[in-house]
């Protein structure tokens, strides 16, 4: 095994992921952070037309269809109970999708388990219980990297950098950080899977504004680098104006689709989703 970790298949290949001013060469403009060849059309990921519940139960999922380009913020908003956390789910396997498909990269993958979705690249933090508050910070790092066989530490280092604060408190047990500080072991604890695709439900739940604005400014960072970011937010404006991609779910369904930009400046989504 090689000792550098990014050495293999998967996974971002931009060391810039965590240095300001770095030197990564994705494009910092909005929307034109895709590097490399990509086929015309075809979205790095996709739940398709995803139809399905939670075990034998009723349908909550309506022909919900989900996407996100390569190094690019997707953002689903909705009402509480519409069916964010579900769509998520149901792309991560989590879900029985009794109709429809999810795609990675072309390849069908929907009948794929979780753990074969991260071999396959794919991380997710879900909305609640996404650390483990008994073991210190470093520990949760560790247990993200679960799955891999080789140097880890490289990793760690890069997460640290993307979040200083959790250097220093490396040592301390998870369940004594603010929420904020808590929110970063749980996107870093998913990035040491080195994924191409992170899933983040509701990744500022409760933390406080400034706080929201400066993981939103990570979030933006670790899209440039190539990770392609597929969000749930309760913070629908902020996320949208940080949106390459727009999804409003309504009762499991697609509502609105658009590019960020075009929701916030639509009157309709406004007023329905935005407070006016
Ligand atoms: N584990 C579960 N088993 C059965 N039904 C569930 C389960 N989780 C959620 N549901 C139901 O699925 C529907 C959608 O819930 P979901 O959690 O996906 O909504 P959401 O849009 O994420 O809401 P919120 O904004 O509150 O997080 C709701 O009717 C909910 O009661
Ligand atoms: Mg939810």
Redesign the pocket.
């Given at each position: 095994m090689s000792g550098n970790p990014y050495q293999d298949g998967r996974g971002n290949k931009d060391l810039s992921i965590t240095r300001p001013g770095g030197t990564g060469s994705a494009e910092p403009e909005h929307g034109d952070r895709a590097p490399g060849p990509r086929v015309e059309g075809m979205p790095f990921l996709i739940g398709d037309a995803m139809t399905g519940?939670?075990?034998t139960?009723a349908d909550?999922l309506h022909d919900c269809t989900i996407a996100v380009d390569k190094g690019q913020i997707a953002v689903i908003v909705?009402?509480?109970?519409?069916?964010?956390?579900?769509?998520m789910k149901a792309v991560f396997g989590m879900l029985n999708v009794r109709k429809g498909a999810v795609r990675l990269d072309g390849e069908d993958i929907t009948h794929l388990t979780p753990q074969a979705r991260v071999a396959k690249g794919m991380a997710f933090v879900p909305?609640t219980s996404n650390i483990f508050t008994s073991m210190t910070v470093e520990e949760n790092l560790e247990m993200g990297a679960f799955l891999r066989r080789d140097n880890i530490q490289r990793t760690i280092d890069l997460i640290y950098d993307l979040f200083p604060i959790l250097r220093d408190k490396r040592r301390q047990l998870a369940g004594e950080l603010s929420g904020g500080q808590r929110q970063q072991v749980a996107v870093g604890r998913a990035l040491m899977t080195e994924p191409q695709v992170l899933m983040l439900?509701?990744p500022t739940a409760g933390v406080s504004p400034i706080v929201m604005d400066e993981l939103f400014d990570r979030i933006i960072e670790v899209a440039r680098t190539g990770i392609s970011i597929l969000m749930?937010e309760?913070n629908a404006r902020q996320a949208l104006s940080i949106a390459d991609k727009g999804y409003v779910?309504v009762q499991?369904a697609n509502r609105y689709t658009d590019t960020g930009a075009a929701l916030l400046a639509d009157p309709d989504v406004r007023k329905s989703f935005l407070g006016g």
């Open positions: 519940g939670y075990g139960g909550i909705g009402p509480n109970g519409a069916g964010k956390s579900t769509a909305q439900d509701e749930v309760q779910l499991g």
